[in-house]
């Protein structure tokens, strides 16, 4: 847990931005601020080294950064003289004693403070007479490990991302999940792996391609070192937002995690970590986001790579860019000779079923049921998100399923698993509580058909019951007098022309026979009908409201009419009063 008093100090650093700042920037401060301070404090009792080093093997024209790490006892050194504390005693100089500060850090720390573009905010609050407050505020911070451990620094700052997410809520969703939907993710990810992960000293790598401010990587992690303190998960990501980018890689930094794993770019039109597969990987990337700005690299490297590339099952359209991150997760897994993957996505409802046979939405939930990668797709209540409230999916998949999932899919509808928040925070207005997740990952871990209350909440199906045939039905066309127009020449000579206005289309479900749909439904209703088995498309879908709707039969008319009358005779009833 956070140290309260900790996050209640840092956050009295907003009374004084407070009129100079809006409420929804008070984090572009804080943040990097009480990054800087932490470093600052972790960096003390090794700096003299460091100095000592730097001064030893200068003008040597070696790579001094492994030398220096090394002395820093770090992922990270500093080779200033300068800290927080010196930068007090010369407060005319204070900015530019600070730039020089932050340019000393090591390259991958210098890229952090770049993203938070915080020389800006230097600037903004040396224009506003605050720099030196703000600084003196944080150098009186005791941030030193041996005050505040890893764990619970890492808990107030993600205590502080937390309550600067909430005060943009407008924006929050696009870089901030709500913490219990990832509890539920990583509870689902790691259920089925409980005993391996118990292991002593077990290593595991977990990915994140749209990283946001680290939040998965870093309840994973907490979770991981809950279960097992002697595990250790390796965690590698990639974000686009640089504001994000900058607070995930802190708070990895932060935690002692290697940030060098973390990427900054799209990941979708420019892969930070090619060639790169991981055991587990989590993701919520953006709902129904166009991609026309990266068309051409995506369809540049579907069409050289194919599927030795990320995108050969098909690519969705432009409108909607979810699959492609479904995709991209499935390149990103280790292959099953290898010990296999498991990886979690939160998806809206559109890549259940948009699409038709042949569509590129279609084909990639094609590859992916045809290849039995679907372990689970649980849906979620709505309003469960800050920026929208719409119907969301977690995806399970993996290619390591156990052995009475193979073959099948679970559908878990957890819609009605929610509590209402005690205030709503954007479109966010529900929340899982922790009985809700052990609930529904229990129903997930079961594997079996259940229902509450004749209600069904957990079913099983197999693969090719979301596939089906689409069949292109022809009927011929007739002259004046209703005779069958027959073709001339070529393939159709001698046969009846199709009547392209008569033409129509017809949903076949995989497991049934073609010819004996056709017989059952459509000759009894046309009988000079037929099949043109070259337009025959194998098409899937999910449609998931419908294998938990339950059908509520109306009222008798009776009722209804009874009801009516008595409706009418009150209606007669009070006219009649007033005209008295």
Not at 285 to 293: A, D, L, N, R
Not at 355 to 361: K, P, R
Request: proline share 6%; glycine share 8%; charged share 25%.
């Amino acid at each position: 847990m956070a140290d309260p008093n900790l996050s209640s100090f840092l956050w009295s650093v907003a009374d004084l931005l407070r009129g100079d700042y809006k409420q929804s920037d008070y984090g572009k401060v804080i943040l990097p601020f009480t990054v800087l301070r932490r470093l600052d404090c972790v960096l003390e009792s090794t700096k003299p080294a460091v100095l000592a080093e730097q001064a030893k093997r200068k003008g040597s024209g070696i790579n001094l950064e492994p030398f220096l790490l090394r002395k820093s006892g770090q992922h990270f050194y500093n080779t200033s003289p300068l800290d927080l504390k010196k930068l007090m005693g010369d407060q005319d100089h204070i900015g530019e004693n600070l730039r020089k500060y932050i340019q000393a850090f090591s390259p991958a720390v210098r890229d952090i403070f770049e993203h938070f573009e915080f020389h800006a905010q230097i600037d903004r609050l040396t224009k506003a007479g605050l720099l030196y407050l703000v600084t003196e505020k944080f150098a009186n911070a005791n941030l030193h490990p041996e005050v505040v451990p890893n764990a619970q620094m890492g808990a107030v700052f993600e205590e502080l991302i937390r309550r600067f997410a909430e005060l943009s809520n407008e924006t929050a969703g696009e870089h901030f999940t709500p913490r219990e939907v990832i509890r539920l993710m990583v509870d689902l990810l790691f259920i089925e792996d409980d005993d391996a992960l118990r292991k002593p000293g077990v290593v595991r790598s977990l990915y994140d391609p749209t990283a946001g401010t680290g939040g998965m990587l870093s309840v994973a992690g907490e979770h991981l070192a809950a279960m097992n303190p002697e595990a250790r998960l390796v965690m590698y990501g990639q974000e686009l937002n640089p504001e994000s980018y900058a607070i995930c890689k802190a708070d990895m930094l932060i935690k002692g995690q290697d940030i060098t794993k973390i990427i900054f770019g799209n990941t979708l039109s420019a892969d930070g970590l090619p060639g790169q597969t991981f055991d587990y990987a989590l993701s919520n990337p953006p709902f129904g986001v166009e991609w026309k700005k990266i068309e051409k690299e995506i369809r540049q490297e579907a069409e050289q790579k194919g599927y030795n590339g990320r995108f050969g099952p098909g690519l969705p359209r432009v409108s909607d860019g979810s699959l492609l991150f479904l995709l991209h997760l499935i390149s990103k897994m280790r292959p099953a000779k290898d010990g296999g993957s498991r990886f979690g996505i939160v998806l809206n409802g559109s890549p259940l079923f948009t699409g038709g046979a042949g569509s590129g939405e279609s084909e990639i939930r094609r590859h992916v049921l045809e290849n039995d990668l679907v372990e689970a797709i649980i849906g979620l209540p709505t309003d469960m998100f800050y920026n929208t409230g719409i119907s969301t999916y977690v995806w399970i998949v993996s290619n390591r399923k156990p052995t009475k999932r193979k073959g099948k899919v679970q559908l878990i509808d957890a819609s009605g698993f929610w509590q209402k928040m005690r205030k709503s925070l954007g479109s966010k207005r529900k929340e899982l509580s922790p009985e809700h997740i052990e609930d529904i990952t229990q129903l997930f871990g079961r594997f079996k058909e259940a229902s509450r209350e004749g209600t069904p909440i957990s079913r099983i199906f197999k693969n090719e019951d979301f596939g089906y045939r689409t069949i292109t039905v022809e009927r011929p066309e007739r002259d004046a007098k209703g005779k069958v127009v027959l073709g001339a020449k070529g393939k159709t000579k001698g046969s009846p022309v199709p009547d392209a206005a008569l033409r129509d289309t017809e949903n076949v479900p995989l497991a049934e026979n073609v010819e004996n749909y056709f017989k059952r439904e459509v000759l009894p209703y046309a009988s000079d009908a037929w099949i043109d088995h070259d337009k025959t498309k194998v098409g899937y879908e999910i449609p998931f409201n419908r294998h938990f709707y339950i059908f509520q039969p109306p009222r008798p008319l009776s009722e209804i009419d009874a009801e009516l009358k008595t409706v009418s005779d009150k209606i007669l009833t009070m006219i009649g009063g007033l005209s008295k």
